[in-house]
């Protein structure tokens, strides 16, 4: 018998954040298809956090009728086959400025970055507009699940009644081990050890086995000196040969984050080099859950490239679960 292991691929659909949006050319559907091309050969699920704010911009804006209509019809396709799509919320899309000469969007204002300053009645009518978006697009669910933008789901008490109203049941944003607490972006799950899915009730850090919503740890991997040195060799190697970020916008100048341990990272396509490939295989040998989190904008052909000889390792050792209903 091989063993069960459970993959959660969960992907933030979204542009850059800081102050060039990028296309959604570029940010979202050519990478994202890139992505299906590889999903596709191993009946893969995935996760999409979709950036509804943003989605909701392109649909106010005449001249970004064309993006609008791009996205909309491949959330409708990535539905179809099966992948879920949910909300994600980014609240200072609210401060952006639309550059009309290049069709993008001017995010630096980071000074409501964060739902946390927001009333619980402004944070409701978010929910309610993006949730509504989604519906409108022709996609619902019985039970919703959510990331927080920036991971900014603290304190659960401004979202509980906001979760319970809209029936968002599963929550995606917890990553053990890592803080950040400058002004725009602050959250704590530095004391979370836990590597698997539980149910909580008003802290979406502490656990609680009779809690009504379940939370879906976002998975790290350690990387000692040679395999970070190795690394470096192939990022580099990659920069000179322009195998680079698939988006062509900026990053927010958001804080760092940091973790209770150096050379901690996120399970991530974004950041995965050949150079990493043996310890990914080695987690998921050692583990029967492992939590993704990436970003189409920041694939790379080399990051996807190794993320499908991976996939083919575990469909070559394991019985793979994708959905994350089942994984908890």
Not at 289 to 305: A, D, N, Q, R, V
């Amino acid at each position: 018998m091989r063993p069960n292991k459970n993959i959660l691929l969960t992907f933030d659909y979204e542009p850059y954040l800081g102050k060039k949006s990028g296309s959604a050319k570029k940010c979202v559907i050519e990478p994202t298809n890139a992505l299906l091309s590889i999903v596709k050969k191993y009946n893969a699920k995935c996760v999409f956090f979709v950036d509804l704010l943003y989605v909701s911009y392109l649909k106010k804006i005449p001249d970004l009728h064309l993006d609008f209509e791009a996205i909309k019809a491949q959330l409708i396709l990535l539905n179809k086959n099966g992948h879920f799509i949910f909300p994600h919320i980014h609240p200072h899309w609210i401060d952006s400025v639309y550059i009309k000469e290049e069709k993008q969007f001017d995010l630096s204002n980071l000074s409501r970055y964060s739902l946390s300053m927001f009333s619980v009645s402004e944070i409701n009518d978010l929910f309610t507009e993006a949730i509504r978006l989604l519906n409108d697009i022709g996609i619902s669910y019985n039970a919703y699940g959510y990331r927080a933008g920036g991971w900014c789901i603290q304190p659960f008490c401004n979202f509980k009644d906001i979760f319970l109203r809209n029936n968002i049941i599963s929550e995606f944003s917890v990553l053990p081990g890592y803080k950040n607490k400058s002004m725009t972006q602050a959250f704590d799950f530095s004391d979370v050890t836990t590597n698997k899915p539980y149910l909580f009730s008003d802290r979406v850090e502490i656990p609680d086995i009779k809690g009504l919503f379940k939370e879906f740890p976002i998975s790290t991997i350690y990387c000692n000196g040679s395999v970070v040195l190795q690394d470096k060799i192939v990022k580099k190697y990659l920069w000179k040969t322009g195998d680079r970020g698939w988006g062509d916008g900026i990053s927010a100048d958001t804080a760092s984050f940091k973790s209770n341990s150096n050379n901690q990272e996120m399970i991530s396509i974004d950041i995965l080099t050949i150079a990493k490939l043996k310890l990914y295989k080695s987690y998921i040998n050692k583990n029967d859950y492992m939590h993704w989190i990436s970003h189409p904008k920041m694939f790379t052909h080399h990051g996807l490239y190794t993320f499908e000889k991976f996939l083919k390792y575990c469909h070559s050792h394991f019985n793979v679960e994708y959905d994350f209903n089942k994984m908890i």
